[in-house]
């Protein structure tokens, strides 16, 4: 029999023991955190303050922002942190915090990036009716059962999850609070909220992707039926940047499935989750202004306002 023990704290390991490669990796992670920050708040600003981005596609990019930076926030700087000053213990209470707002936002990204193909359906193969369909109200509500779903998906196993116990080991060998190296260091029987994960899991991965294709379907038909090949070049680059950060999105979850073996399952579950938590966030930004015109624009109008106030 193996001693039960309330935990207060548990003891992140982190990504390597190497002193010189843990300074390399904060300096990277400390760029690609302030550029996934700075990049999206500057989308939020932009959909905020522009009238030409008032379109249902840049409210959904701004709230697909605003998930970006809360993802990112809830895991990288606490790893900041602990590389920093050396102190890997985090309270019970902080660790469960981390897990819940890390899946709450990453799984409403999924349901977030579904709705925005949906949009681009709407726009590309409805276009006379796209005012009338994807209306502010229409969006939020939208917005809105993207975040209620989300809940209602990962609310069981989180609360089924408050009442494990752990008995020999405080350690969780990841540079965050994740799901499975937590569930493996319970003595608690955990089947139920396993099969309740991978469920969950199976159900949003399937379901999401399967939206996201059969809208693409269709406005790839719609597309290949229009006149002219300037018409068709438009219609593309406005769903391309979409269909680039589905691609990142949904490869790096498939790529954690793809695993050598199980000895080396742990080591590519933490790069996949550095590419998640930070690469990603980080990109994204970039994705979307360096491929569009309007928002590039709107970018330059608002620092040309910016220098005008300031030399006022």
């Not at 981390?98 to 193909?117: D, G, I, K, R």
């Not at 681009?120 to 059962?145: D, E, F």
């Not at 609310?155 to 799901?179: T, W, Y």
């Not at 002219?228 to 990142?248: D, E, L």
Request: net charge positive.
């Amino acid at each position: 029999m193996r001693n039960h023990t309330a935990l207060t704290t548990f003891i992140l390991l982190g990504l390597t023991e190497d002193p010189q490669l843990q300074i390399l990796i904060f300096i990277f992670l400390l760029i690609t955190y302030m550029l996934s920050v700075t990049g999206n708040l500057t989308i939020i600003v932009l959909t905020l303050v522009d009238a030409h981005l008032k379109t249902a596609m840049y409210f959904f990019l701004q709230n697909f922002s605003f998930l970006e930076i809360s993802f990112t926030s809830a895991c990288i700087p606490r790893f900041l942190y602990s590389i920093s000053t050396g102190d890997r213990v985090i309270s019970y209470n902080t660790c469960l915090s981390q897990l819940f707002l890390t899946y709450l936002f990453a799984v409403t990204e999924f349901f977030l990036l579904a709705t925005m193909s949906y949009d681009r359906y709407v726009a590309i193969c409805k276009p006379l009716h796209y005012l009338t369909i994807m209306n502010h109200s229409a969006c939020k509500r939208l917005i809105l059962g993207c975040w209620i779903t989300t809940l209602l998906i990962i609310f069981p196993p989180f609360i089924l999850g408050l009442n494990l116990e752990f008995c020999d080991s405080n350690v969780i060998d990841h540079f965050f609070c994740d799901a499975n190296p937590i569930l493996k260091i319970t003595c608690t029987d955990t089947w139920i909220i396993e099969l309740m994960i991978l469920v969950g899991s199976v159900m949003i991965f399937i379901i999401t992707l399967l939206c996201v294709v059969l809208f693409y379907v269709y406005i790839i038909r719609t597309i290949l039926r229009f006149p002219s090949a300037q018409q068709r070049i438009k219609a593309f680059s406005t769903c391309s940047s979409h269909i680039i950060v589905v691609s990142i999105t949904y490869g790096s979850c498939i790529f954690v499935y793809i695993k050598p073996s199980a000895k080396d399952e742990t080591a590519i579950n933490k790069g996949v989750t550095i590419l998640t938590t930070s690469i990603s966030p980080m990109l994204n930004p970039f994705i979307y202004t360096l491929r569009n015109k309007q928002v590039k624009k709107a970018f330059n109008d608002l620092v040309k306002r910016i220098l005008l106030f300031s030399k006022h």
